[in-house]
């Protein structure tokens, strides 16, 4: 059974720092990954999405990887604004035809000013 | 807009009764999903339909159900079955694009049991 873990649960930084947030999966087998952000008493937003075949993708500030074979994926954050304070979540896509998603705990960041 | 539509917002009920969440989505996508979100647990699974007419159980089914008779529609029933009902209801969709599927998330539901 697949299952998602976001290390650390919670990350308070001061403005300006570069950061990565981890997230890791125990079954290779995904259609792709998905980054997620979502603010307190909100819905999530689309922040990327790592397709199986792809290393990486990149919006702006962030930036996605994807090691498919370790199971790892990291979200990077540059030069990190008190906006960016949010949970952030990542979730992959399994291929067994369902299209279910499986998501992490994910991790609360804070940035402080 | 494209977008996914959740009502209400706020949601109150008490005791004994059934509640149902609307969710509505102008994406054209097949697939709708409904998620519960506890404070430390992440999104956990309810229920999702692939197409019109067709869902499946998440991981905690008990004590909801849903219908899809319209691709853009996929209500979810809180019955007076479901013990812990207060939570963060989320409805989600995707087009079933194979690696390509990306989904999208409506703005949620808080249900509270007075």
């Known amino acids: 059974k697949q299952e998602v873990t976001q290390i650390p649960a919670a990350l308070s930084v001061p403005e300006g720092e570069n950061l990565v947030l981890n997230c890791s999966f125990t079954d290779s087998a995904i259609y792709n990954l998905q980054w997620f952000r979502q603010d307190p008493g909100k819905g999530l937003t689309s922040l990327l999405l790592?397709?199986?075949?792809?290393r990486e993708q990149t919006s702006g500030r962030l930036n996605a990887s994807l090691d498919k074979s370790s199971g790892r994926s990291t979200l990077y954050i540059a030069a990190s604004q008190p906006g960016d304070s949010a949970t952030y979540l990542c979730a992959v896509c399994d291929t067994s035809g369902t299209y279910k998603y499986i998501f992490g705990t994910g991790t609360r960041l804070k940035v402080l000013a | 807009d494209g977008g996914i539509t959740q009502s209400p917002k706020y949601l109150f009920r008490k005791e004994g009764q059934n509640v149902t969440l609307s969710c509505e989505q102008n994406l054209n996508h097949d697939a709708m999903y409904w998620y519960r979100q506890d404070p430390g647990q992440g999104l956990r699974l309810i229920y999702y339909?692939?197409?019109?007419?067709?869902?499946q159980k998440g991981d905690i089914a008990e004590g909801y159900s849903v219908s899809r008779e319209k691709k853009e529609s996929f209500p979810l029933t809180v019955t007076s079955a479901q013990k812990n009902p207060t939570a963060f209801y989320l409805c989600a969709s995707s087009s079933r694009t194979g690696s390509y599927n990306e989904q999208f998330f409506g703005p949620g539901t808080r249900l509270t049991v007075l």
């Open positions: 790592i397709q199986s075949s792809q």
């Open positions: 339909s692939q197409i019109v007419n067709d869902f």
